[in-house]
Nanobody, 125 residues
Framework: VQLQASGGGLVQAGGSLRLSCAAP????????MTWFRQAPGKDRVFVAA????????YYADSVKGRFTISRDNAKNTVYLQMNYLKSEDTAVYYC???????????????????WGQGTQVTVSS
């Protein structure tokens, strides 16, 4: 099953972007959804998670207060609103379907069922 991430691009520091991740043909409403990112030469790291219903979220400290994860289960889509972007946010962003329902457990387990293809976010300073 493919996850289709979109919305990346080039933005100036302090700007905003909204990433989307769609799961056409698949119902993902039973699972937590997560966003990860991978900067050049670095490991892929967790960014944010949202539980199966959208009622609970969890964020990495580096993005807390600036990024917001949300989901629309009717559209099988998860979003990542990124505000006050910094140069250190530059990375390829990946969405993923967790094997868990809870956002917090999705974060601590790190278990992923399906990865999206990634979308590049570049923040210029």
């Amino acid at each position: 099953v493919q996850l289709q991430a979109s919305g990346g691009g080039l933005v100036q520091a302090g700007g905003s972007l909204r990433l989307s991740c769609a799961a056409p043909g698949r119902t993902v409403s039973s699972y937590a959804m997560t966003w990860f990112r991978q900067a050049p030469g670095k490991d892929r790291v967790f960014v944010a998670a949202i539980n199966w219903s959208g009622s609970s979220t969890y964020y990495a400290d580096s993005v807390k207060g600036r990024f917001t994860i949300s989901r629309d289960n009717a559209k099988n889509t998860v979003y990542l609103q990124m505000n006050y972007l910094k140069s250190e946010d530059t990375a390829v962003y990946y969405c993923a379907v967790s094997t868990k329902k809870s956002a917090v457990i999705a974060y601590y387990s790190g278990e992923v069922d399906t990865w999206g293809q990634g979308t590049q976010v570049t923040v210029s300073s």
